[in-house]
């Protein structure tokens, strides 16, 4: 694939900071980079966790998905958690087995732990902290969603599956080829233990690496209240990508599961820059959406 060379005000938008740390814990440690804007005085902000996909790196996802430049106009923190090359040769998130599926367990204690740690460090707003991701990232996303609903008040997934879609490399090869079975017996064990999640999911209709049936997965999984109302956008973005757009509502009319179909589009960044890699330019902006998605939705604590 080729890109253009990273510029500067792609991943540090003027005034910025970018910062390098490490989180560790008795699963073991992953670096973290920090997106600050440079309007944070010590004032409580939103905090955005955005996971990587296969091969790609925090400064080349930031790059890609444009999502410092958003958290600068939006006055947002953003995490961009690490997956190095001795967890998976790929540097995807293990996001298809069993131990990494579990709450206070594994990768989802690790990515959950930085959240904390930068709660800790930084001043945010606890009931504005959300996690998102590409492909094996939005698969861990999911699982983030799943197994740490009182911490995160909404989730994104982009070009990727349902927790509890695979349990081990074969089954999961399987899911990303066909599309996972939404009867999992995983994801329904999770689904009666733990509340509903908002979750905002993109999937290109032509995505050959995850089958878009996943995406379906993704909403099925969530669609538990039988009393939301749907409904369905359709449009085009000038000279790019067409897109079907399904809401389902609550009786407020807020949307609690939003599922952007992206028609023409494989297995790419919806919206995202040439700068960083797997993204399509021809949108719609994958990235603004999902951080409107996330502004709209609070986490209630302690029964508010």
């Known amino acids: ?29 992953r670096a973290y980079k920090l997106y600050i804007p440079s309007r944070y005085q010590g004032q409580a902000l939103p905090l955005i966790v955005m996971l990587h996909g296969g091969t790609q790196t925090p400064d080349d996802f930031a790059a890609g998905t444009r999502m410092n430049l958003i958290a600068e ?21 293990n996001w298809f087995r069993a131990s990494d599926q579990r709450r206070d367990r594994g990768e989802p204690s690790l990515i959950a732990g930085i959240t904390r740690q930068i709660m800790h460090d930084y001043s945010v707003d606890a009931q504005r902290v959300y996690v998102g991701g590409l492909s094996a990232g939005a698969a861990a996303a999911a699982v983030m969603g799943a197994t740490y609903p009182d911490l995160y008040a909404a989730i994104g ?3 990727g599956l349902a927790c509890g879609a695979a349990d081990d490399i074969i089954s999961a090869f399987a899911a990303m080829r066909q599309g ?5 017996e995983t994801t329904d064990s999770l689904e009666n233990q733990q509340p509903f999640v908002p979750t905002i999911v993109f999937h290109g209709d032509r995505d050959h690496i995850v089958h878009p049936r996943n995406a379906d997965h993704v909403i099925s999984c969530s669609l538990r209240a039988s009393k939301w109302q749907k409904k ?15 809401i389902h ?4 009319g807020r949307a609690m599961l939003e599922q952007w179909c992206i028609h023409g589009a ?21 990235a603004s959406e999902m951080l409107r998605f996330f502004r709209d939705h609070v986490a209630l604590r302690g029964g508010e």
């Open 232 to 246: 369905v956008d359709r449009g085009c973005v000038p000279d790019g990508h067409a897109y079907t757009r399904t």
């Open 180 to 184: 996972a079975s939404a009867s999992s």
């Open 266 to 286: 494989g297995h790419a960044w919806s919206g995202g820059s040439l700068a960083g890699s797997y993204t399509d330019p021809r949108g719609p902006d994958a």
């Open 73 to 93: 106009e939006q006055t947002c923190l953003v995490a961009y958690p690490a997956q190095p090359g001795h967890a998976n040769p790929a540097k995807c998130w």
């Open 157 to 159: 997934v982009h070009s």
């Open 1 to 29: 694939m080729q890109r253009e060379p990273v510029a500067t005000q792609d991943i540090l938008p003027e005034g910025g900071r970018f910062i390098e740390a490490v989180y560790t814990n008795s699963a073991g440690g």
């Open 249 to 252: 509502t609550d009786a407020n």
